[in-house]
């Protein structure tokens, strides 16, 4: 079952918790490192009135996600005085303004006779003494991190009047072996680093994947015998598709907004320009026609632009068209070479790799390319990825290599879009080319 769905007809159906939300929480994350507001998150209960293992773990994951984000500081459960035994209890106040926080999160999970996972919870804003949120719902046991995950999102939206994204995933490359034998296969994680799965065996080499905009499928490169072919992968099945070979690819493909095409980059003739791909019909549509290299385009939110990177003005820089080929401009204008631009999820403004000085970069900028901001460096810096409600950014950085061939580790990290809050993302080996998926609600 879809828990926050659950969650929805609860609170909807049998007005058990409100669902107002007040300016005194609201967090302004736009620009600038914001000090991150105290918050309590108590350990959830069981019927009983005691925490539960299950309600401890439960807590735990919430807290950890919302310090993740940068915006939230968890009060540690030892300064807590009585918390509420059940959601329903009235929390006393007088317990908790002392403590700072402008929250409190408490709730109820247990596992039921049949062996179901039953979860409530309430988000009380301590400052005016006021429930503001809450639902329940039920749901399997294994689905424990993803329950977590989607309250920390509701507590997410309360606070900051955006959207979450801890109930998305993350699909990357993961690499092992020497740097002569390097084995690369898919793998997909939480966005969190848990719940870690291998999706191929490592047998064909595979490159950059990219989620769907349903989340359910992942595009992705496949090399066999040296010939990139582009597959789908279905999630849920496991099941691959094979879309077609394309031996003049230089960048891996990406889905439209609408989830109908793929475009991608081909070498054709001595030339590399961008190409669209009909997902129904296979058919391929050429969308620039230049001398230039023409490569790693992505498509704005809405579908109505594509950004992509050209060496047409003697450098490699950043250039947005429409999504029919036509109307090219130039926006990147500073010093350096840019790369892989991807469109934030919100529209305003566009993620890319920059080359400078002897090193790479992360950064932003604004969609007619002012407001540059560099946000992450280092000896390598590519990739970035965005966080579906567009405020967090994931890529992956590689280390240098030794005169004697070892180091060159190579890691995933995310930022927030302020330049603060840098954290790597831990995985079972080396990754890179990470892809963040949609919301999966």
Known sequence: MMFLRLVIVVAACFGLFGNIAHAQLRIDITEGQVAPTPIAIANFTGPDGVVSEVGKQIAQIISEDLESSGLFAPVDSAAFIEPPKAPSIRPNFTNWSPLGVKGLLVGSAYVDSAGMLQVEFVLWDVVIQRNITGGGGNADQN?????????????????????????????????????????????????????????????????????????????????????????????????????????????????????????????????????????RTQAINRLTQSASIDTSPSYSPDGSKIVFNSDRGGSQQLYVMDADGANVRRISFNQGRYATPVWSPRGDIIAFTKMANGQFYIGVMNVDGSGERLLASGFLVEGPTWAPNGRVLMYFKQQPFETDGSGGDTHVYRIDITGFNEKRIITPSDASDPAWSPILR
């Open 143 to 279: 689905a424990i991190r993803r329950i977590s995950h989607q309250i920390a999102d509701f507590v997410y939206e309360e606070f900051t009047g955006d959207r979450g994204y801890f109930d998305t995933r993350v699909v990357y490359v993961a690499e092992s072996g020497s740097q002569s034998r390097r084995l690369k296969r898919l793998a997909i994680m939480d966005q969190d680093g848990h719940n870690h799965q291998f999706l191929t065996s490592g047998a064909d080499l595979v490159l950059t994947p990219r989620f769907s905009p349903t989340a359910n499928e992942i595009a992705y490169l496949n090399y066999f015998n040296d010939e990139p072919n582009v597959y789908l992968f279905e999630i849920a099945t496991g099941r691959t598709e094979r879309l077609g070979s394309f031996p003049g690819m230089t960048f891996a493909p990406r889905f439209a907004p609408s989830g109908d095409k793929l475009i991608m980059s081909l070498a054709q003739n001595g030339m590399t320009d961008i190409y669209e791909m009909d997902m």
